[in-house]
């Protein structure tokens, strides 16, 4: 149905058009950074944007709600729901033009591995970007119930016998993750072998979607499963199992998913890719609030988001943790984090640790050249833009975090992959 008729605006438009700026005007009073108007105008209004039910999305889902694409001169950016990470790669491979997408909510090393054509259909290198980080810990190592009595928390190798005597009765061991070389796997691995367990021999990895993993426990298709948020919670909430670690325990501090984009949708619209960007850094901190919580709580709750109840994200959302096996522990500094220390700048030096894992485990070759592949996907610069048109004053010095070190002593130097990736007794990479 045409909007203009003989001239005349139809009410409809009208009504529209009202309510944008209604949307908008309200969107400034609540947000009331200078930034609106401090980019040039985006090329485009919109853009499609994957994302999946874990509450580090919440960036992406928030800027929506808030309207903050739309302040941002963005009005008809779509999130969009993926089914799992596999979906978003095939999304992402088609690009929004193809009716596929044209970023994501992604799992920090996805975006490399798709760079380089390694978990692509026929190998075909998609060249991608990582703009921002979205949050910083709260991902979740969880176990069957019948596991609670081996007392396994951190250390792994408490479920070493039991997983031998389920094995000698001819049963096999799945541990779970979400994407093979994703943040998860390698959270999974790490906790495994730090433990004495190999991960390529002792157990099978299996790859679950993440809002599929409660179910998939609760019939036993499972031994472990390592995820992001609520599930870890839901699990414990239904009482199917318990958590025995949070991966804050395994790196305080650590990165987890990214903001990733096509690189040739980056190139083609670079103010929109910056106007995007700064919808999402505002979002970031107002999630980081934590008078927010509770409202995020039942924003992400919502049936077109995650479709849980508010309660299953929110504990773990304020650092509040029932492990399920008796530990109940507050106010840990454990909550997922989206701005405060830096969380939303991309660090070149955690996309080196992803890189040098996947060496380890086998996804890419012992002799990739770490620095130059994070410098081809990681797009810092182009955050360090945003960031000042947002007038953000506290920026990060330099694009290394420095050496990072591990629960179990291990210290990984960015500016020596390798002295780590040596320093590890159970690995794949020769």
Request: contains cysteine; neutral net charge; hydrophobic residues 45%.
């Amino acid at each position: 149905m045409k909007e203009i008729v003989s001239g005349a605006v139809s009410r409809r438009t009208i009504l529209k058009t009202t309510a944008a700026v209604a949307l908008v005007s309200a969107v400034r009073a609540a947000f009331p950074s200078g930034a609106f108007a401090a980019t040039a105008e985006p090329e485009v209004k919109g853009a499609k944007i994957g994302f999946i039910a874990l509450t580090d999305a919440a960036p992406l889902i928030v800027a929506a709600e808030k309207g903050l694409f739309a302040k941002h001169g963005m009005p008809d950016v779509e999130v969009l729901k993926q089914a799992s990470w596999g979906a978003t790669r095939d999304n992402l491979v088609l690009g929004g033009a193809s009716n596929g997408i044209d970023g994501a909510h992604i799992l920090t090393p996805m975006p490399y591995l798709m760079h380089t054509g390694r978990v692509t259909q026929n190998n075909v290198p998609v060249p991608m970007a990582i703009l921002a980080r979205l949050n910083l810990d709260s991902q979740g190592i969880s176990a069957a119930r019948e596991y609670a009595e081996t007392g396994v928390q951190l250390d792994a190798s408490k479920l070493k016998a039991a997983f031998e005597k389920k094995k000698a009765e001819g049963k096999e061991i799945k541990a779970a993750m979400t994407f093979p070389g994703g943040t998860h796997d390698l959270w999974l691995r790490y906790w495994l072998a730090a433990g004495g367990i190999d991960p390529d021999k002792d157990v099978s990895t299996i790859v679950v979607p993440p809002p599929q993993m409660v179910a998939n426990m609760k019939v036993g298709n499972m031994d472990v499963f390592c995820v992001g948020e609520p599930w870890n919670e839901q699990l414990v909430n239904q009482g199917i199992g318990f958590t025995a670690c949070t991966t804050g325990e395994l790196w305080k501090g650590h990165p987890e998913k990214a903001l990733g984009m096509r690189a040739d949708w980056v190139e083609k619209n670079p103010n929109a890719t910056k106007a995007l960007l700064m919808a999402v850094m505002e979002a970031q901190q107002w999630c980081d609030e934590m008078a927010n919580k509770e409202e995020m709580s039942a924003i992400l709750g919502k049936r077109q988001w995650f479709n849980v109840p508010p309660k299953d994200v929110l504990g773990r959302l304020k650092g509040n943790i029932n492990y399920g096996n008796g530990r109940v522990l507050e106010n840990t500094g454990l909550q997922m984090k989206f701005w405060q220390d830096h969380t939303s700048y991309p660090f070149r030096s955690h996309d080196s640790w992803f890189i040098a894992e996947n060496i380890r485990w086998g996804k890419f070759a012992p002799d990739t050249d770490v620095k130059a592949l994070v410098a081809k996907v990681n797009r810092e610069d182009i955050w360090r833009e945003a960031a000042k048109d947002l007038g953000v004053a506290d920026l990060p010095a330099s694009t290394s975090r420095g050496k990072e070190t591990f629960f179990d002593g291990k210290v990984f130097d960015p500016e020596n992959p390798s002295a780590y990736l040596e320093s590890l007794s159970i690995k794949a990479a020769s």
